[in-house]
């Protein structure tokens, strides 16, 4: 639990905030300052000096990190919410162990049988190996671009500006997804609602 908690806050950590004034970050923000989801009002963000004195190579390594947790947060958040709303998948996840059995949050993992979580690890593995990458290796317009030549959604319809505007809205609810997944871990890892608002206006979800 704490590993994960540690994960994402170094994956969010990774993104982009205020300019630096010294001398010695003049080559850093120069360099990537005008990289998409380098935004206002908080501009380039590098609290840990990550990018320090580093190539495009590199940035272009953390973007693709931090573009994939984004994603993985987002699908995170909706599960989480789908999910204390009721909704649940139909039959078992194991014999005599039903998917409505199963407690939302954190405490699912506790929950899902040893074979379930095997399950689950060996198809995460698999997405990661085989779908979600940069197959051809030559494909890609941007980090994060895991098309492969057989997906568009319309984005080849798109011009320039609207695919520069549509990544950084993407890179903007990835890293509030980031947020959001982390704060709901700790509500609930504390014993308190996770959902505050809903809890102070007297709907609490526990």
């Excluded at 300019?19 to 010695?24: E, K, S, Y």
């Excluded at 495009?56 to 984004?70: I, S």
């Excluded at 049988?113 to 990661?128: A, K, M, Y």
């Amino acid at each position: 639990m704490k590993l994960a908690i540690l994960t994402l806050l170094a994956g969010y950590a990774s993104a982009f905030a205020p300019q630096q004034n010294g001398a010695n970050k003049l080559s850093l923000s120069a360099s990537f300052e005008n990289e998409v989801g380098a935004q206002r009002p908080l501009g380039f963000w590098d609290p840990l000096n990550l990018l320090l004195d580093q190539d495009q190579e590199r940035f272009d390594r953390l973007r693709y990190v931090e573009t994939k947790h984004g994603r993985v947060a987002m699908l995170a958040v909706a599960g989480h919410i789908a999910t204390t709303l009721g909704y649940r998948l139909d039959g078992n996840i194991a014999t005599g162990v039903t998917f409505a059995s199963i407690p939302t949050g954190v405490k699912g993992l506790s929950a899902i049988p040893t074979g379930g979580l095997v399950q689950i690890v060996l198809f995460i593995g698999f997405l990661e190996l085989f779908v979600m990458k940069d197959v051809s290796g030559d494909s890609s317009e941007f980090p994060g671009d895991f098309r492969n030549n057989s997906f568009d959604f319309g984005w080849d319809t798109f011009s320039d500006e609207e695919k520069l505007q549509k990544r950084g809205i993407e890179l903007n609810n990835g890293r509030a997804a980031q947020m959001g997944i982390l704060g709901l871990m700790v509500h609930e890892m504390l014993g308190q609602d996770p959902y505050v608002i809903n809890g102070l206006m007297g709907y609490s979800t526990l």
